[in-house]
């Protein structure tokens, strides 16, 4: 449609050239008329940059192992960090079923409070692997990381440095 047409569709109904001068009730009007000559409506909703569902206070939850706890202040601390997208207690669940469920094992895991201690201390190591590797990546483009250091003395320097 141009817009000479489009203006004087919005005079007919409502009265006004622009739309930015209707009300909400006008607006209305003006979408159903668009929508009966055969226009497609998407409405688009803002996505929140903030997770969905943070992880819950160690008090809070039963957990089968208090390794559990530990591998949320790890996920807690590289969301912090900034090293990942989404810091939420559920992508810490779809993390956990795509590194501890396979197809040999009886039971599936749905969430991290249902690690027994040896599947719960896997998983805590492999998120320590990556977050010493993450954050020795970004260190060593200003100074120079010795990659023997211990993960919580790297937490300790990088807390420190950036």
């Not at 949320?72 to 559920?90: C, Q, Y």
């Not at 409070?113 to 190591?125: K, N, R, T």
């Not at 200003?142 to 320097?157: A, F």
């Amino acid at each position: 449609m141009d817009d000479l047409s489009y203006r004087e569709m919005l005079k007919r109904l409502t009265n006004k050239t622009s739309s930015t001068k209707c009300t909400v009730v006008e607006l209305h009007k003006v979408l159903h008329e668009l929508q009966t000559k055969g226009a497609k409506v998407k409405y688009f909703a803002k996505r929140s940059k903030k997770p969905t569902a943070y992880s819950p206070a160690t008090g809070e939850t039963a957990v089968k192992s208090q390794i559990a706890h530990k591998i949320r202040a790890v996920w807690i601390t590289m969301g912090k960090h900034g090293f990942l997208n989404d810091p939420s207690e559920k992508a810490l669940n779809a993390y956990m079923r795509k590194v501890i469920n396979n197809k040999t094992r009886p039971t599936i895991l749905l969430n991290v409070s249902a690690l027994e201690a040896g599947d719960a201390s896997y998983m805590l190591e492999i998120l320590k692997k990556w977050h010493k590797r993450v954050m020795i990546k970004a260190l060593s483009k200003s100074c120079t990381v010795d990659p023997k250091i211990s993960y919580d003395e790297l937490v300790e320097w990088y807390n420190e440095v950036m």
